[in-house]
């Protein structure tokens, strides 16, 4: 803005540039539409129909669950030499090549292993149980809580 001094009885009189304040105001509109980030629509998901209609499209599939409980025993030894007790179907497991047989003799096709460990198992047994799952061939693998 300018000031114009004017002589001792007149008040004083200012410009107003109106072209520098446009200039401003279309840059921060500018600058403000390239940072903004536009999102996407919620719900707008990429999804595909069936196709088939009626029961040809249905599958009828029977999927036997199976429960793997992975427990402590003894607490009293440290767990660098802690050993698992492994339950299929409340049955006792004795080790990891008889727990592969166990789930091939299930039948690893129609088989959901759903795998229960107690909260301060250690991650390692309950990662073997996976090892096996993955032997015998089971793809079906959940987590109870």
């Not at 109106?18 to 200039?23: F, H, Q, S």
């Amino acid at each position: 803005m300018k000031f114009i001094r004017a002589d001792a009885g007149k008040p004083a009189l200012f410009r107003l540039a109106i072209a520098p304040m446009v200039d401003v105001v279309f840059l921060l509109l500018v600058f403000f539409l390239c940072a903004a980030q536009p999102r996407s629509l919620e719900g707008d998901f990429d999804t595909r129909l069936p196709t088939q209609m009626g029961r040809e499209s249905q599958r009828e599939e029977t999927i036997e669950r199976v429960t793997v409980s992975v427990r402590i025993t003894d607490r009293t030894v440290p767990r660098e030499q802690m050993t698992p007790t492994i339950l299929v179907a409340r049955q006792r497991v004795a080790d990891f090549d008889a727990l592969v047989e166990k789930f091939r003799r299930l039948g690893p096709d129609n088989l959901q292993v759903i795998v229960s460990a107690e909260a301060d198992v250690p991650t390692r047994f309950v990662v073997l149980v996976l090892d096996a799952c993955a032997a015998a061939g089971c793809n079906r693998i959940a987590f109870a809580g």
